[in-house]
């Protein structure tokens, strides 16, 4: 049996595949990396040596735990924590950033558990996927993009809803829907973060109003 000492504070010999401190790196992985062989967090930061070492971070550097590597909303700890890919922004390729399910509540590892795209555990009209987009609450059956009011405003008729300032809304309107034609109210805004007023200055007697949202 190939073996040889790399004691760091252990009297007895290390096996070369030998994974003492339990992080996912043998003795030899550890020797190779100059990590602890004994410290199943060399640097500190709270992420596993082993876990560092797979996704592309380095165990010995304290500060990477912070970093949001991906741009997803989520520390690179806190990608430790779930198990999600620090280099990716939807670990599970569900469409759906890892920041934002997590925020939800939805777990971004795994399209199972109600966490995929086509689920819908809140019993809303849309689906996970659809809320993501319009960013609202994927486990709150009342929170789902819709008009709330049809509303008149010193004289002019106006729609009203929820928006996010995280998202990008139009709001068309058509005098017929037979071979409709959309024309926007106003051009393109971001939302509020509350609930919004577009009136219609040239609003007839008779018309459709059309709600639509995306992602920046």
Not at 16 to 25: I, N, Q, S, Y
Not at 61 to 72: I, K, P, R, V, Y
Not at 88 to 98: F, H, K, Q, W
Not at 118 to 143: F, K, W
Request: proline content about 4%; cysteine-free.
């Amino acid at each position: 049996q190939h073996e040889f000492s790399f004691n760091m504070g252990r009297s007895s010999a290390m096996g070369l595949h030998e994974d003492v401190d339990r992080d996912g790196l043998d003795t030899w992985q550890e020797k190779e990396r100059d990590t602890d062989p004994n410290a199943w967090d060399t640097d500190g930061d709270g992420m596993g040596d082993g876990y560092e070492d797979e996704h592309g971070l380095d165990p010995l550097e304290a500060g990477d735990g912070e970093l949001d590597s991906d741009g997803d909303g989520l520390t690179n700890l806190r990608e430790h924590d779930l198990r999600s890919d620090p280099f990716s922004v939807d670990t599970d390729g569900d469409g759906m950033d890892d920041g934002w399910e997590d925020e939800k509540g939805l777990d971004p590892t795994t399209v199972a558990r109600e966490s995929g795209a086509s689920d819908n555990p809140d019993l809303d009209v849309h689906d996970n996927l659809q809320e993501y987009i319009a960013d609202t609450d994927p486990l709150d059956g009342a929170s789902y993009l819709r008009v709330d009011h049809l509303s008149v405003s010193n004289a002019h008729p106006g729609v009203e809803f929820w928006s996010s300032s995280r998202r990008i809304y139009d709001v068309d309107a058509s005098s017929n829907l037979v071979g409709a034609v959309w024309q926007p109210l106003i051009g393109s805004f971001y939302g509020l973060d509350q609930d919004t007023l577009v009136e219609d200055a040239d609003g007839a007697e008779s018309r459709a109003y059309r709600l639509r949202v995306r992602k920046p």
